[in-house]
């Protein structure tokens, strides 16, 4: 049976990363050793990075032989908390802008204290409203920081 | 200027009114992401990097300063009292100080840790006064090869220290160096790996990718987690050790600080690692070793007087030299740079009032901490109880808020939500990012030394070995790089007290 372990898997993901970086680099300028060119670092780095994860190749590949299979990562967590999460900040940055800071705020407070682990609709309410005036009053009013506003001018 | 007058001229402005709020608001804070597990002081200063963008360079400094020190004392709060290190330099202080609380010697474990601090803090500073001019004038005859070879000996011992396997550290300094390209390049003007996106073309952002990687990966994975936190209910009293514990404990804490101070002073060093050498060093000197880990009030003192320590030290390297000792010296780097500042040799020279109102700033926040940490202590473990699935939206938003403001950019807040998703994943795959941090600050530094080294030597990579500094320390670094390839002493650091993240 096909086998491979957690960090030939991460070895194997990082080679390609920096193949393509250092092929990438060869087309910006690579310059000469006395005047050294805008791809000559990236390409540098690029290298570096296959190197290494061709070390951790070989290091892998020798634990495999001595029985280090692979670890499931997710095993026993609720990971599907984090991916509500993880959907809940993409989510904001894109309706950021078109909802405005303080709806937008409220919205994704309240869905996160609901969603994550469900608190009582009053927290949620709350929680949502109070943190995005808070937020708004620290950051747009005292700060200065200028937020997005809504079609509602918030 | 003489160090009486540095040290009038740095007390003149750190009591200035505003630079003392900010110094409050950071040992604050510090103490308030000490205490909470889950939030350490680097994801809380690159929360917090954002919001000093309106304040002066002086002000932000004392302020991000006091967060870091600040955290060390908050640490300890939290093993004492819950058995969780608040913070990754407070883990061995769980050993014997909860011990203590649990023979209802919470009062006087949580004193000592703060007494132990403060000492320790104070003396580290004045370690900090004294060594920094001298060092910032040696550093004058450094050329760019000596400053490459420095860096590379930088990346070199964070990557040695860095928990697991050394090659994925060397990978992350790499992917550090790679992201460091990112954006124009400063010699010729040319755009390297934009994507023709304009955000970019100033480079990967330090704020976004250290947010995303310390802050939101962090909440990533503690959510999925149930985090269940057992407060030790006891009632806190003795906040002041009697004599007998002071006995006990004032050669820890001299001890303590004198490691903390040397092993904070060297680039990858920090207070994590000084905190378990000072705990192994008490062990051994100890008459009753076998006290530790039971209770002893010397596994609290020394360890908590080393981290203490360490944060002095670790400001050397970033004020006099220009390179950070850790990654969360990179990110102050980071936030001198966005204030106009330069940090190393010519900072003394230039800018006297940041440099010695950041130093005697520090000499207040020790005493507001002290100040914030005894009387306050019900305060901090009422903090504690605040249940995560409430804290975490907030500490989402602030990350959210930060990346936004930086340029009011969504883009901005989409790299950092992506390098969250990736820090998520180094973490799952056990990959430190300490490293890729330091070498993403590093990484435009780096090129300038290596490529200007190249053209002063007309293209002759010898440079770096013929002049006798840079030779030293390129010798240092490739002794680090080999040592763990020999079975022998590679066993030796698999047996060091590794840093399990600074964050």
């Known amino acids: ?21 250092a092929i990438v680099s060869l087309r910006y300028s690579l310059g000469t050793l006395d005047s050294p060119g805008t791809g000559f670092m990236p390409f540098l780095a690029g290298l570096a990075i296959s190197l290494f994860s061709m070390i951790g190749l070989v290091h892998s590949t020798l634990k495999l032989k001595k029985g280090e299979g692979w670890k499931p990562v997710m095993k026993g967590l609720t990971w599907k908390k984090s991916l509500i999460a993880l959907g809940a900040l993409f989510a904001y940055a894109l309706l950021l802008k078109p909802l405005g800071f303080f709806l937008c705020t409220a919205l994704f407070i309240g869905f996160l204290l609901r969603a994550v682990q469900p ?26 920081a200028q937020l997005p506003k809504g079609p509602w001018g918030f | 200027m003489d160090f009486f007058n540095s040290m009038i001229l740095g007390f003149q402005i750190a009591l200035q009114p505003n630079n003392l709020l900010f110094c409050f608001i950071g040992v604050l804070i510090g103490t308030l992401v000490g205490v909470l597990p889950g939030l350490g002081p680097v994801a809380a200063i690159s929360l917090l990097l954002p919001t000093t963008f309106h304040v002066t360079p002086v002000s932000a400094i004392i302020m991000l300063a006091g967060i870091y020190y600040g955290a060390m004392y908050g640490g300890s709060t939290t093993s004492i009292l819950v058995n969780i290190p608040g913070e990754a330099a407070s883990v061995v202080t769980c050993l014997d100080g909860y011990q203590m609380a649990r023979q209802g010697r919470a009062g006087p474990a949580l004193g000592i840790a703060a007494f132990g601090s403060f000492i320790a803090g104070s003396l580290g500073i004045v370690g900090l006064m004294f060594i920094a001019p001298p060092l910032a004038k040696m550093a004058l005859k450094f050329g760019p090869p000596e400053y490459f ?75 999925e987690q149930t985090m269940e936190r057992s407060i030790f209910e006891t009632k806190i009293k003795n906040l002041l050790p009697t004599l007998k514990d002071w006995g006990e404990s004032i050669w820890p804490i001299l001890r303590g600080t004198v490691i903390g101070f040397f092993l904070g ?24 070793p076998e006290r530790f880990g039971t209770g002893a009030i010397q596994g609290v003192a020394g360890p908590e007087s080393a981290n203490n320590a360490a944060t002095g030290g670790a400001f050397i390297p970033l004020l006099t030299l220009g390179i950070p000792a ?63 699935p409430i804290l975490f939206p907030l500490i989402l938003l602030f990350c959210l808020i ?51 080294s190249l053209l002063l030597s007309a ?45």
Not at chain 2, 269 to 278: L, P, W
Not at chain 2, 469 to 476: D, E, R, T, Y
Not at chain 2, 479 to 503: M, N, S, T, Y
Request: charged share 10%; proline share 5%.
């Open chain 2, 326 to 388: 850790n990654a969360v010296m990179a990110i102050l780097l980071g936030a001198m740079m966005i204030h106009g500042m330069q940090p190393g040799p010519m900072l003394l020279k230039q800018n006297p009032d940041l440099f010695w109102g950041a130093v005697t700033s520090m000499y207040l926040g020790n005493v507001m901490l002290l100040v914030l940490n005894l009387p306050l202590i019900g305060l901090w473990v009422k903090i504690l109880k605040v249940p995560y």
């Open chain 2, 402 to 452: 930060g990346a936004y403001s930086l340029n009011n950019s969504i883009v901005e807040v989409l790299i950092m939500i992506f390098l969250g998703l990736i820090g998520y994943l180094f973490k799952k795959f056990k990959y430190e990012a300490a490293p890729l941090v330091l070498a993403l600050v590093l990484g435009p530094l780096l090129e300038a030394a290596l490529r200007r």
């Open chain 1, 119 to 144: 608190q009582s609709w009053l927290i949620v309410a709350a929680g949502a409203i109070l943190t995005a005036i808070g937020a708004y009053g620290i950051f747009e009013i005292w700060l200065q």
């Open chain 2, 149 to 223: 070879s420095l860096m590379i000996m930088g990346l070199t011992i964070l990557t040695f220290l860095a928990s697991g396997p050394m090659w994925k550290a060397l990978l992350m300094a790499a992917f550090g160096l790679f992201l460091g390209c990112v954006g124009m390049d400063s010699m010729t003007g040319a755009p390297r790996f934009t994507f023709d996106i304009l955000e970019l073309s100033d480079g990967v952002g330090l704020v976004p990718v250290v947010m995303g990687l310390f802050g939101i990966s962090e909440v990533l994975l503690n959510v």
């Open chain 2, 265 to 288: 002073v060297l680039p990858g060093g920090g207070a994590v690692i000084s905190s378990f050498v000072s705990y192994a060093v008490e062990k051994k000197v100890s008459r009753h």
């Open chain 1, 1 to 21: 049976m096909f086998r491979i372990n957690n960090d030939q898997t991460s070895a194997l993901l990082w080679f390609a990363l920096g193949s393509i970086v």
């Open chain 2, 459 to 503: 293209g002759d990579p010898l440079i770096f070995i013929t002049r006798p500094i840079s030779a030293v320390l390129m010798l240092v670094s490739f002794f680090l790089l080999v040592f763990p390839l020999l079975p022998r002493l590679g066993k030796k650091r698999a047996g060091l007290p590794q840093r399990e993240g600074e964050d």
